[in-house]
T-cell receptor, first 114, second 114 residues
Framework: DSGVTQTPKHLITATGQRVTLRCSPR?????VYWYQQSLDQGLQFLIQ???????AKGNILERFSAQQFPDLHSELNLSSLELGDSALYFC?????????????FGEGSRLTVL | AQSVTQLGSHVSVSEGALVLLRCNYS??????LFWYVQYPNQGLQLLLK??????LVKGINGFEAEFKKSETSFHLTKPSAHMSDAAEYFC????????????FGAGTTVTVRA
């Protein structure tokens, strides 16, 4: 158990819909990262938040957005869903110490868009 | 930009045999390199990391990796495979130890034959 909790574990929805994925980081971790894992794209970095502020952006679509709340949990919002958005979405956290370089990953939220 | 290439999407080994997973990196600056493992239906877990302290890095579960700058490689090895090593392995790179926007390779799936 990494200590990172993601909900829901599985989600099935239709094209055009909107979903929210939730992540609770490890206790004490200030940074939250979102990654997308799909068969064709592999693991892609989406976005990072540190202590409530956006820190870095990767290959995140404009239809997607995220935020980190004062209690440090994070939500990833996916809207106008397309078939190609079907993937496993991982959340990871770290203390953002410069010496660790280790991300702790949740078990992922599997999104299926029909 | 930094990236990694994993040679071989699938590797099959006999129990007790050597496990060798290949990773080559491309980086314009000295890289920080990682190997992560993903067991079925789980998130990613750090196996080991290279942060320029020593070229031979030992990780968990008997794995180790050697950083070879001349070959731009960071291959992962384990002398004797165990059934529990069946998983998907990802090589990853970041620009620094406190830059956690990891770029992942495509992954190598390891199966272990009894």
């Amino acid at each position: 158990d990494s200590g990172v909790t993601q909900t829901p574990k599985h989600l099935i929805t239709a094209t055009g819909q909107r979903v929210t994925l939730r992540c609770s980081p490890r206790s004490g971790d200030l940074s939250v990262y979102w990654y997308q894992q799909s068969l064709d794209q592999g693991l892609q970095f989406l976005i990072q938040y540190y202590n409530g502020e956006e820190r870095a952006k990767g290959n995140i679509l404009e239809r997607f957005s995220a935020q980190q709340f004062p209690d440090l949990h994070s939500e990833l919002n996916l809207s106008s869903l397309e078939l190609g958005d079907s993937a496993l979405y991982f959340c990871a956290s770290s203390v953002a110490s410069p010496d660790t370089g280790e991300l702790f990953f949740g078990e992922g939220s599997r999104l299926t868009v029909l | 930009a930094q990236s990694v290439t994993q040679l071989g999407s699938h590797v099959s080994v006999s129990e007790g045999a050597l496990v060798l997973l290949r990773c080559n990196y491309s980086s314009s600056v000295p890289p920080y390199l990682f190997w992560y493992v993903q067991y079925p239906n789980q998130g990613l877990q750090l196996l080991l990391k290279y942060t320029s302290a020593a070229t031979l890095v030992k990780g968990i579960n008997g794995f180790e990796a050697e950083f070879k700058k001349s070959e731009t490689s960071f291959h992962l090895t384990k002398p004797s495979a165990h059934m529990s090593d069946a998983a998907e392995y990802f090589c990853a790179v970041s620009r620094s130890s406190n830059d956690y926007k990891l770029s992942f390779g495509a992954g190598t799936t390891v199966t272990v034959r009894a």
